[in-house]
Structure formats: structure tokens, C-alpha cells
């Protein structure tokens, strides 16, 4: 398989990157704002139901759970800060798909899609009335998705996904009537399956909206074991022991507190860069005025959006795994993935050569070998969990925490129904043949974008066994 070069191969002048990036604070852009805080437990605590952690997940969990059983006594306890993490450091696309896109959908669950894709935008619809209906100030946008074809081999992938109904063809004209960039060759528009938001905002109203609800929320409380002799559980942390009938976990990237799931996750780092505001004659260089999320097609593929204030927000392409499944820190100031983002910045966008990047920073992502959610129950059915979303998490977290809620009730619904919800991925192997093989396939997925898309033999016998990713 003969290697070609890539749009994203062309070189960059590599002063303009470093002006370009000479100010750029380490550090989430959207944690610039007042955060809200959160004591720590006085003493031990009893509830009903205790809810760990404090991203998306288990703030969605905290507050349905109050929703539904306004009676009950609910806990939330997060090790950090609430929204440190993944919630507080994503791109804030707020994606309809539960299963990380169609086609990874269709490859896993093909008899059950047309349902998996309704519940879908019953999620996002769900989401976008309960924001409003709560007062949620987050920012929030249903400005679509626009998927770009910038290699030749792709323009053919948009076309075949239009002509199964996921959005409308735009051809190179179109594309870039849309958003001028010299890389575009087609596109894709699907206008009711994504929205924008601000994710920190989300992530710091969700917190405020359980608070109004009852729910009780400790910072800076790392859960350490979960105890289930006797009737009750006993939550042990750094701090007083919770004492609860039922337990959601939460806990995304981190190790679980259930031995038999930490072998279903490892986390892959992600890399992004937001601007300075764009004025409006920067704006108006690249016509880009409908504000769609965009995202290339690519296997490694970049996204990006506009905020409320006119920055890009530049992400993707590089995702690292680090040995021994840690989360570090240390891995988020990378130097050469921040560079490499900005030349391709500069290389989708040339026409704006005068923008500077005010941030830059990662986060860990939290993946499985479906590249989507999955669920389970241990302790005799009382501690529900999830984990998985593999980086489209924003929107999937609400669906998540309501199936977790379902499967501690034990009344199946059409949630708890799905092969998605009833079946778990296979887990990945230990070290050291867990880092061979994610390095193998990231490899394979570089060489498969510089060869017309074109799947070597590793690929392809992941594609056979399930194992297989399609962004």
C-alpha cells in the first residue's frame, strides 16, 4: 500500500507558528469563568442514592434521579473540582448520535440503528427543552454539523452518507460557500443532529440546577471503596464514609471501583486550541456565518466551532495513549501536537495568518474497544455504571444517566432493552499487549489516511472481529 501525502502533509512556515502560539496559556478556555463551590462533607453521610462523580454523567444522574424520586435524599461527591475534567475541557458539541456516528452504529447493532438513531435526537430534543425549561444559561446553539471531505477518497464517503439520509450533499462550491477553506472538496450538512454549547457552563448549571433540586453536592471527595456486606452500601472516601441503598459511578476516564470494569477503558489524550475573538472582518475572510459545528472526515479528523464570542475551537487529530493507562497531568502540555494543530489550522484557514492562539490544553478521553457507552450492574443489582463515550459524550452522558437510573429501578424499559445497553464490549488486554496494539491501530489509521482510506490487514481483521473504528 502505496503512502500519499495528505492536505494536512503541506508545510507551514514555522515563524507563524510560533507567533501564532507565543501567548498561549496552558489551560481549558472555558473554566475562564467563575466557578461555583462546593464544601466537603462535615461527617458521615447517609442517602439514598450516591451519585460519584461530577461531570456530565453524574450531574445528569443527580438531577433525574431527584426528578423522578423528589423523596429520596441524593448525594453527589466529585474527588476534584466539579466539571474539572472531561466536562470542563471538550469541544461542547452537543451530538445526537449515541453510538459515536452511523456507520460504527450500523457495524454493532444494524437491526436496532433506525431505533438507537430515534432515541438519539429524542436525547438531544430532550436536552435542548430541559435547558430551556430550567433557565440553563450554557450557550446553547442547534447549529448543525458539517462534515468536510478534504482528501479526494472522501468526497465519495459524503456523497454515500447523503444518499442514506444523513444530511445533505454540498458539492465543493457549495461547501465552501458555506465556509471558504482551500482544503474543502465537498461536504455534509445534517442540520438537526448537532448543537454547540459552552461546556463548562453546561457542566457548572447542571451542578446548579441539582443543588435547587436537593440534590447535595461534596467537592474534593475522592471515593476510594465500595463496601456491599450487609443491607446498605458503605462508600468508603478520603473523607467520612457514605453510607447509601444505591450508587451510580460516574467516574469516565478513572478507574473504576469495580475491579472486573477497569479493563474496559484506557484513556486516550485529546489536544485543543481556541483563538482570540474573531472581528468580523476575520470572520467574513473565511464567510463562515452560520456558526456549524465542522468536523473532516478523516480517521484522525479535527473538529471545531465557534464560541459565543467568535473564537475557533481547535481539536483532534492527534489522540495518545500513554503506557500503563494513566492519566497524568504531565500529558497535557505536549508541544509537538499543539504545533502540528496550528499548522493545520493555519493550513484549513490560510487567510487567517493574523490570528493568535490565547489557549491551548488536553484532557483524557475515555474509550472502549465500541467507541461508545456501555453499562452494567454489580452488587446485587444496587451499584449501576457507565463508562466509554470515547470523546462524543456531551449529548450521550443525559442518555447515559437515564439508562443507569433505569437499570437500579430493575422495570426494563425500551433503554434497558438494547443490545447497546445489555451487551459489553470486549475489554482491552493488560500491558504491555494494551499499548502494542493501540499504537499498532493508530498507526494503521494514519497510513489508512495517507492511502485513499484504504485498510490494511490489521484494520481489517478488527473490522471482523467488532473491533474496528470509524469515525
Not at 127 to 147: F, K, P
Not at 295 to 303: I, K, P, R, T, W
Request: aromatic letters at 8%.
Amino acid at each position: 500500500m502505496r503512502a500519499v501525502k495528505t492536505v494536512f502533509d503541506a508545510p507551514v512556515d514555522p515563524a507563524l507558528i510560533d507567533r501564532s502560539l507565543a501567548g498561549a496559556a496552558l489551560g481549558s478556555v472555558w473554566l475562564d469563568i467563575a466557578r461555583p463551590e462546593f464544601g466537603t462533607p462535615g461527617g458521615p453521610v447517609t442517602c439514598d442514592l450516591l451519585v460519584v462523580g461530577g461531570g456530565y454523567t453524574g450531574l445528569w444522574s443527580a438531577l433525574h434521579a431527584a426528578r423522578r424520586h423528589p423523596d429520596r435524599r441524593i448525594v453527589l461527591i466529585e474527588a476534584d473540582r466539579i466539571g474539572w475534567a472531561a466536562s470542563g475541557r471538550n469541544g461542547g458539541f452537543v451530538d445526537a448520535s449515541l453510538t459515536h456516528g452511523y456507520e460504527n452504529g450500523k457495524s454493532r447493532w444494524p437491526d436496532e440503528l433506525s431505533t438507537l438513531e430515534a432515541m438519539g435526537i429524542e436525547n438531544l430534543d430532550g436536552m435542548q427543552a430541559e435547558i430551556a425549561e430550567l433557565g440553563l444559561d450554557v450557550e446553547w446553539e442547534r447549529t448543525g454539523m458539517l462534515a468536510v471531505a478534504t482528501e479526494p477518497h472522501q468526497v465519495e464517503w459524503l456523497r454515500d452518507a447523503a444518499a442514506q439520509g444523513q444530511g445533505t450533499y454540498l458539492d465543493q462550491a457549495q461547501v465552501r460557500a458555506e465556509v471558504n477553506s482551500p482544503t474543502y472538496r465537498a461536504g455534509l450538512f445534517s442540520p438537526d443532529t448537532c448543537a454547540i454549547v459552552n461546556p463548562a457552563r453546561l457542566v457548572f448549571e447542571l451542578a446548579r440546577a441539582c443543588r435547587d433540586a436537593g440534590v447535595e453536592i461534596y467537592e474534593h471527595t475522592r471515593a476510594t471503596r465500595v463496601d456491599s456486606g450487609g443491607a446498605a452500601l458503605r462508600v468508603h472516601t478520603d473523607g467520612p464514609v457514605v453510607t447509601c441503598r444505591q450508587v451510580i459511578l460516574a467516574t469516565n476516564v478513572f478507574p473504576s471501583l469495580l475491579r472486573r470494569n477497569r479493563l474496559h477503558t484506557v484513556p486516550v489524550y485529546d489536544y485543543v486550541l481556541a483563538t482570540e475573538p474573531l472581528t468580523g472582518e476575520q470572520l467574513d475572510r473565511i464567510g463562515w456565518r452560520h456558526r456549524q459545528g465542522i468536523g473532516d472526515s478523516a480517521n484522525q479528523f479535527h473538529y471545531y466551532r465557534l464560541t459565543a464570542d467568535n473564537r475557533i475551537v481547535w481539536g483532534g487529530y492527534d489522540a495518545v495513549y500513554h503506557f500503563g493507562r494513566r492519566v497524568d497531568p504531565a500529558y497535557e502540555d505536549r508541544a509537538e501536537t499543539y504545533r502540528r494543530l496550528a499548522a493545520h489550522f493555519f493550513l484549513t484557514f490560510p487567510a487567517l495568518d493574523d490570528v493568535r492562539f490565547t489557549h491551548r490544553w488536553a484532557g483524557a478521553i475515555d474509550t472502549n474497544t465500541r467507541f461508545c457507552a456501555h453499562w452494567g450492574l454489580a452488587r446485587e443489582g444496587r451499584v449501576a455504571y457507565v463508562n466509554g463515550f470515547t470523546g462524543l459524550g456531551v449529548g450521550a452522558a443525559r442518555f447515559a444517566a437515564d439508562v443507569c437510573l433505569d437499570l437500579l429501578d430493575g422495570t426494563p424499559t425500551p433503554r434497558t432493552r438494547l443490545n447497546m445497553v445489555r451487551r459489553k464490549p470486549i475489554p482491552f488486554p493488560p500491558e504491555p499487549l494494551a499499548s502494542v496494539g493501540i499504537q499498532a491501530t493508530r498507526w494503521s489509521l494514519d497510513r489508512a489516511d495517507h492511502s485513499a482510506g484504504r485498510r490494511n490487514l490489521l484494520l481489517r481483521a478488527l473490522d471482523a472481529a467488532g473491533l474496528g473504528f470509524d469515525s
